[in-house]
């Protein structure tokens, strides 16, 4: 991980939306199945107990929101 790269992405507003657009579409883009992205994001919540930030960066919501949408 290239953190000078990461800086120069934050100080350009630009930068940021043109790395979120390519996020979203290499997500929606990626051909491993949903069950298999689901269970790496959940093995990583249980690893890495700041994984709740991802969510929250990327939905608004934290793991257990998401859980108690799904009704566990």
Same mark, same amino acid.
């Given at each position: 991980? %290239?953190?000078?790269?990461?800086?120069? =992405?934050?100080?350009?507003? +630009? @930068? !940021? *939306?043109?790395?979120?657009?390519?996020?979203?579409?290499?997500? %929606?883009?990626?051909?491993?199945?949903? =069950?298999?992205?689901?269970? +790496? @994001? !959940? *093995?990583?919540?249980?690893?890495?107990?700041?994984?709740?930030?991802?969510?929250?960066?990327?939905?608004?919501?934290?793991?257990?929101?998401? @859980?108690?949408?799904?009704?566990?």
């Amino acid at each position: 991980m %290239n953190k000078k790269r990461i800086i120069t =992405v934050l100080e350009s507003d +630009q @930068l !940021l *939306l043109q790395f979120g657009e390519k996020l979203i579409k290499e997500i %929606n883009e990626d051909d491993e199945s949903l =069950v298999n992205v689901a269970r +790496q @994001l !959940l *093995l990583l919540c249980l690893r890495d107990e700041k994984a709740d930030d991802f969510f929250i960066a990327i939905s608004g919501w934290n793991i257990d929101s998401l @859980l108690n949408k799904i009704g566990v």
